[in-house]
C-alpha cells in the first residue's frame, strides 16, 4: 500500500470498540497540532468508477441502502444514493435521513463548544456545576469529572456503563432520570487517567447542553446547528421526517427489516438521524474552521480544539472532543444494529467522505472481524486518487478474512453454523441409539460417559460466559445487538445440555437397574 493509501485508510469505531486500519506514526499529534492547521493542497480528484465500486460492494455485501457524500476543496463533488431505503423499495437519495449512530457525537461536542465561547460552560469545571444531581456510585470520584473528560471520554466511566442507566426496547427515559440512574454506574478509574470509549459519556453531555441553555437538545440542536447549517433533513427521530430510512438487522450476513426505538436519552451519544446532503455540509463547516456559506457556528479556535489531540489511544491515534484524530485525518463512524454511519476528513488534501448504511455488519464484524464499512471507504477514497479500491487492510495475513469478498466471510459463517448443527443432529441421534444399546446390554465405560457429559457442560458454560466477556457487553446487549449469534450460542448451550443431560441420565437409570438386579 502506498504511503497516501495508508493515510487515507486510517481507523474505524465500531460498537464493540475501536479498531486501527493502520499504523502511522502520527508526528503532528505528538505534537498537539490541531489537524485543521495545515495549508489546502487542491487537487483534481476523479470521481469515476465510484457509482459502480459502491453498487458492487453493496451487492457483495448484501447492504440494502446506502447515501454517499464527498467534498473537496470547498465544494460538494459527489453526492448519491444507491439502492432501497426501506423493504417497499423507496429509492435512496441524498436526502434521506439515517440514524447516525455514534456520528453523532461530533454534534453534541460542537454544542458544547458552541455554550464554552458563549461563556455558559467552562470545559475544565467540575460536571457538577452544571448538573448537581450529577454522581456516580463513587461520589469522590465523579465530583471531579470535568466537562472536558466527557467529552474525550476519559472520566472513567467504563465502556458498558450504557446497560446500568437505560433499557434497550424501550423508547427510553427523562434525561433527568437517566443522570440520576448514574449513581449505579461504578467508575473503572479516575478522572483523566486513561481513555475508555462510553456512550454514557455523552448522554451526560446532552443533559448538560440542556441544563445550561435552557432548552431540550433536540431544539437546541435545530437552533444552532441544524437550522444556520442549512440542515433540513436532520432531526432526533426518524419519525420526524417523511422518507426516512428503515434500519435493516443482519441475520449471519442477511439483512432482515427491523423497528426498534430511538431513545431519547441516548440521542446525545447516537440517536441524530441526518442525510447525505446535510453531513456534507457539517464537513464543510468543519473544513473551513467552522464556517459554511457565511454563517458561523464555531470559530477557528474551538474547530482547532475539537480535532486536537486530547487523550490518546496509540502512537498513532487520538481523541480530541468529538472526534478521533490521527496524523492526517479527522473522522468519527458509528454503528447501530441496524444502522451503519462514517465520516472521514483529510485535511491537508481538503477532502471528506461520508457514508450512511441502513444496515450493520455486526455479526461478521465481532465473530470474524471483518467489516465492510471501512473496506468501502477506503475504496472510495483510493479510486478518488486512482488507485485500486481493492486493497487489503494493512498487517492482514493472506489468509484473513479481511483480504477476501464479504460474500466469504458470510460464506465461512453459514458453514461454521451448519456444521454446530450437524453435530448437534449427529448427537441427538446418537443419544437416541443410547438408549438401544444400553437395552440390549451393551454398557460404556464410566469414564467415557462422564468424559463426555462434562464436555458437554463445559462447553455451554464456556459460551454463556466468553461471548459477552468477548463484546465487552452484557448477555442483554449480545441479544440486542447481534441477536443472531446471541440467540445461536444460547441454542447450542441449551442443546448440549439437554444432550447431556438424557445420556448420563439415561446411563445412570441402566446402572441403577443393573446394581438392583446384582
Not at 474547530?303 to 486536537?308: C, G, I, L, N, S
Not at 451503519?340 to 465473530?367: C, D, H, Q, W, Y
Not at 472481524?369 to 477514497?381: A, K, L, P, T, Y
Request: net charge neutral; with cysteine.
Amino acid at each position: 500500500m502506498t504511503t497516501n493509501t495508508a493515510r487515507r485508510a486510517t481507523g474505524v469505531h465500531t460498537w464493540c470498540g475501536v479498531r486501527a486500519a493502520i499504523a502511522v506514526a502520527g508526528v503532528s499529534m505528538a505534537l498537539g497540532v490541531p489537524a485543521f492547521a495545515h495549508e489546502a493542497t487542491p487537487r483534481t480528484l476523479d470521481t469515476s468508477g465510484i457509482d459502480a465500486f459502491v453498487v458492487e460492494s453493496m451487492r457483495d455485501a448484501l447492504i440494502p441502502g446506502l447515501a454517499l457524500a464527498i467534498v473537496h476543496d470547498g465544494a460538494v463533488i459527489h453526492l448519491q444514493g444507491y439502492g432501497r431505503a426501506d423493504p417497499a423499495g423507496t429509492p435512496v437519495t441524498p436526502e434521506t435521513p439515517f440514524l447516525i449512530a455514534s456520528l453523532s457525537k461530533p454534534f453534541t461536542a460542537l454544542a458544547v463548544m458552541q455554550l464554552a465561547e458563549a461563556g455558559a460552560i467552562d470545559l475544565d469545571r467540575p460536571v457538577t456545576d452544571y448538573l448537581p444531581g450529577f454522581a456516580l456510585a463513587d461520589p469522590v470520584l465523579s465530583a471531579r469529572i470535568t466537562v472536558r473528560h466527557l467529552l474525550d471520554h476519559t472520566s472513567g466511566i467504563p465502556t458498558g456503563a450504557e446497560s446500568r442507566v437505560q433499557t434497550l426496547h424501550e423508547p427510553g427515559t427523562p434525561v433527568a432520570e437517566t443522570v440520576a440512574r448514574m449513581s449505579r454506574i461504578l467508575p473503572a478509574g479516575a478522572p483523566g487517567e486513561a481513555y475508555r470509549y462510553a456512550n454514557v459519556n455523552y448522554m451526560v453531555l446532552g443533559a448538560v447542553i440542556q441544563s445550561v441553555s435552557g432548552l431540550a437538545y433536540e431544539d437546541y440542536l435545530e437552533r444552532h446547528v441544524f437550522g444556520p447549517l442549512g440542515m433540513r433533513d436532520s432531526h432526533l427521530s426518524l419519525d420526524a421526517t417523511d422518507g426516512g430510512a428503515t434500519g435493516f438487522r443482519t441475520w449471519f450476513g442477511f439483512p432482515a427489516p427491523v423497528d426498534l426505538p430511538n431513545r431519547a436519552d441516548t440521542w446525545a451519544s447516537h440517536g441524530v438521524a441526518s442525510s447525505a446532503r446535510d453531513l456534507s455540509r457539517l464537513m464543510l463547516a468543519f473544513m473551513d474552521e467552522g464556517e459554511f456559506d457565511g454563517v458561523r457556528v464555531l470559530s477557528r479556535e474551538g474547530v482547532a480544539e475539537m480535532t486536537t489531540p486530547s487523550a490518546s489511544l496509540s502512537p498513532w491515534l487520538a481523541y480530541g472532543l468529538g472526534w478521533f484524530v490521527t496524523s492526517g485525518s479527522v473522522y468519527h463512524g458509528g454503528e447501530l444494529t441496524h444502522f451503519t454511519a462514517t465520516m472521514k476528513i483529510l485535511p491537508e488534501e481538503r477532502l471528506g467522505v461520508v457514508l450512511l448504511f441502513n444496515t450493520s455488519a455486526s455479526t461478521l464484524t465481532t465473530l470474524l472481524r471483518v467489516g465492510w464499512r471501512e473496506r468501502i471507504e477506503s475504496g472510495v477514497i483510493n479510486l478518488l486518487y486512482g488507485e485500486d479500491p481493492h486493497v487489503a487492510p494493512p498487517g492482514a495475513s493472506p489468509w484473513s478474512l479481511s483480504r477476501q469478498p464479504v460474500a466469504v466471510a458470510r460464506a465461512v459463517l453459514l458453514v461454521l453454523v451448519s456444521l454446530v448443527l450437524a453435530y448437534l443432529g449427529f448427537a441427538a441421534v446418537r443419544t437416541a441409539a443410547f438408549g438401544r444399546r444400553l437395552a440390549a446390554g451393551r454398557r460404556p465405560s464410566t469414564p467415557a460417559v462422564i468424559a463426555f457429559g462434562l464436555v458437554h457442560v463445559l462447553v455451554p458454560i464456556a459460551l454463556l460466559v466468553l461471548v459477552p466477556r468477548s463484546a465487552n457487553a452484557t448477555w442483554r446487549e449480545v441479544l440486542f445487538y447481534v441477536p443472531d449469534a446471541g440467540g445461536f450460542a444460547i441454542f447450542v448451550s441449551a442443546a448440549l445440555l439437554l444432550i447431556a443431560a438424557i445420556r448420563v441420565g439415561v446411563w445412570a437409570r441402566y446402572m441403577v437397574a443393573d446394581r438392583s438386579a446384582s
